[in-house]
């Protein structure tokens, strides 16, 4: 795997840099953080986000995790694999944040970088 991503607040990812890790209300509900691949990305970020403000999009190198990754099915595309992270997201394996805006028709684009 080259890269891995996650969407997530702002907000969310300003008290893991002040914790020093991140966990995703998914880890506490479903055991693991949801991740997608950069061609998954536009999908999940239009269909679970769709018209919220103030995200942004964390670059994870798969390589620098602590918890393990793993390749599962999605639950609305069963025969499709996303990555999920089994615990908290060190953050040493985070390359880049990026700003992750909604266009005026409140779907996304993916970031120049």
């Known amino acids: ?36 691949m950069l061609d998954q990305v536009l ?5 679970y986000y769709h018209a919220q403000k103030d995200l942004v999009l964390l670059v994870i190198d798969p390589g620098k995790l602590l918890p393990e990754v793993c390749l599962e099915p999605g639950s609305d595309k069963p025969d499709e694999l996303f990555p999920h992270i089994f615990g908290p997201i060190n953050l040493e394996a985070v390359r880049k944040v990026l700003d992750f805006k909604e266009e005026p028709d409140g779907h996304f684009k993916l970031p120049a970088e």
């Open 1 to 36: 795997m080259d890269g891995i991503y996650h969407i997530c607040k702002r907000k969310a990812w300003d008290e893991a840099r002040k914790n020093g890790t991140y966990k995703a209300d998914s880890l506490a509900i479903e055991g693991f953080i949801h991740c997608s």
């Open 43 to 47: 999908r999940v970020a239009d269909y």
